[in-house]
């Protein structure tokens, strides 16, 4: 049997004890990624993340195993299968990303998942690859918040951002809505509009219009505060700021 060191722990990567470490750690690790995506309004989420860390590291430890032919003999080439989860995942991350107008939408995110695939990778293959997964994470989780912050600070790259609302077309959602960002000091550059519709909770359907800003954060900006101030208004029925 095959047994490794993780940050000084000894583990034999092919008992079961050793695998059911490896996905716990997938969970945990994929879950950050996740969790910080997820508390930005993007729709890969959470689960999606979890699902992706859980399923690298399963087709990578079955790869490993595969190959040490400790299932009746049988051997093969583990990175051949393990290659494919780098491919596969690409066309999960595709569906994260989205155009609108010349502004292309998700990339940070669909990045993201390929990158939890890769530590979902690590993990599954050894032990001593996965301690470079967590710190892979913790690179991870640093670029997505930090850097993002010191960006803004800087204003490097493109000082504009994106904000998507759904409002009640009745309620004068949109005005609304235009009052509530000059309140926490957006500068609006641009604004479009489209029409559709929303069911109720009765299943009635009601006008809407679909917003789209390209506006500039203020220097102080609480996302926290913006995102329980924006579903409080009246008439708002969904949004998404990039």
């Not at 006008?207 to 954060?217: D, I, M, S």
């Amino acid at each position: 049997m095959s047994t490794d060191w993780f940050f000084g722990v000894h583990i034999d990567p092919i008992s079961l004890q050793g695998k059911a470490m490896v996905l716990c750690l997938a969970v945990l690790l994929g879950g950050l990624i996740g969790l910080e995506r997820q508390m930005r309004g993007n729709p890969a989420g959470l689960r999606t993340h979890i699902m992706v860390s859980v399923g690298a590291t399963v087709i990578t430890l079955a790869s490993v195993e595969i190959g040490m032919g400790v299932r009746g003999g049988m051997r093969g080439d583990p990175g051949h299968i393990a290659a494919q989860i780098v491919s596969g995942v690409g066309f999960l991350g595709a569906g994260a990303i989205m155009r609108d107008g010349v502004t292309v939408r998700g990339l940070t995110t669909a990045a993201s998942i390929w990158a939890t695939a890769g530590i979902g990778i690590a993990l599954g293959a050894s032990p001593r690859l996965g301690e470079l997964g967590v710190l892979a994470t913790v690179i991870v989780l640093l670029t997505l918040s930090l850097l993002g912050y010191v960006e803004r600070r800087m204003k490097i790259g493109s000082e504009y951002s994106s904000l998507e609302v759904e409002v009640i077309e009745a309620n004068r959602g949109v005005a609304r809505v235009l009052d509530m960002l000059t309140g926490f000091g957006f500068v609006i550059h641009g604004v479009g509009m489209d029409t559709g519709s929303s069911a109720t909770e009765k299943g009635e359907m009601r006008a809407t219009k679909h917003v789209h800003f390209r506006l500039v954060l203020p220097a102080k900006f609480d996302r926290n505060a913006f995102n329980h101030r924006i579903m409080e208004e009246e008439g708002v029925v969904s949004f998404h700021l990039e």
